[in-house]
């Protein structure tokens, strides 16, 4: 006769394993709804039960999970602006904070025509805004093929219309004589001085998607070098940031171009979190 398994049942047994290993107990509960595709009502209702197998593979995922490897890496997505993302170890998992980002640049849009993502990863953000704004020129740039490859999977998956192009930073755009009425980036921001301060979950995301140099802004001074070569007149420059960057990133734009006045944005937690500004040369 075959076994079957309450899900509450196991959700316990999970969030007492992540627990003793000092995981987030909710981790339990996102779990079980990702891997076997249920809702938060069918978690409050109980009456869905697992079969062996199914209770084997969760058991399991649950142990990995208890090892610090991220949720998405064992369900194979992540949830981001509403739409579901394929996810890998080759990329950046999207922060619910990175939808912030996504949402100031729809919010700041003022029918301009065209942007560009640098360090797409995934594609979270450049998909999103293809999507979200319509009929505009997207292009997306990342120095990793496997990301890449990541990213077109997403675009496709989502029918998104979006340019992808291999590269560093500014530089496929400066190659190909591309301008584009916003630039937004997501890129490294962690000083490699942080390494030891990280916790486990967040060190399986792909090192080249985390770390830089200069405490953590050394992309962002040498995308902010090159503006001028791919910006058209009016455009919108939005940056994610670490929370003590700010003041810094303000600082060099206003040394290079001080004819303009970057603003700091913070996110739902508090901290400063975006610097935005419209260019003007």
Request: contains cysteine.
């Amino acid at each position: 006769m075959m076994a079957y398994y309450n899900i509450q049942d196991l959700i316990k047994q999970g969030e007492l394993v992540l627990s003793q290993h000092d995981e987030p107990v909710i981790g339990a509960k996102y779990l079980m709804m990702d891997l076997f595709d249920l809702s938060h009502m069918d978690i409050l209702m109980g009456e869905q039960t697992l079969t062996e197998d199914e209770r084997s593979l969760y058991m399991s995922s649950i142990t990995q999970l208890s090892k610090h490897i991220p949720l998405a890496h064992l369900t194979g997505f992540q949830m981001f602006y509403d739409r579901k993302f394929i996810v890998t170890p080759d990329v950046l998992v999207p922060r619910n904070e990175t939808e912030e980002l996504v949402q100031l640049v729809i919010e700041k849009w003022h029918h301009r025509a065209s942007f560009v993502d640098i360090g797409t990863g995934s594609g979270a953000i450049a998909v999103s805004l293809a999507i979200e704004l319509s009929e505009v020129d997207a292009y997306a740039v990342d120095i990793s093929k496997k990301a890449l490859l990541v990213a077109r999977k997403n675009a496709a998956s989502l029918n998104a219309n979006v340019t992808f192009l291999e590269g560093d930073l500014l530089k496929p755009l400066i190659d190909n004589k591309i301008k584009v009425d916003c630039l937004v980036s997501n890129p490294p921001y962690i000083a490699t001085s942080e390494l030891k301060l990280m916790n486990e979950s967040a060190l399986h995301d792909p090192h080249i998607a985390l770390f830089a140099e200069d405490n953590g802004l050394a992309l962002y001074k040498r995308m902010i070098d090159d503006l001028p070569h791919i910006l058209n007149p009016n455009a919108l420059v939005v940056f994610e940031i670490g929370h003590a960057q700010g003041e810094s990133i303000k600082q060099y734009v206003a040394q290079l171009y001080p004819h303009i006045t970057p603003k700091i944005v913070q996110d739902i937690n508090g901290l400063d979190r975006i610097v935005w500004f419209e260019w003007c040369e």
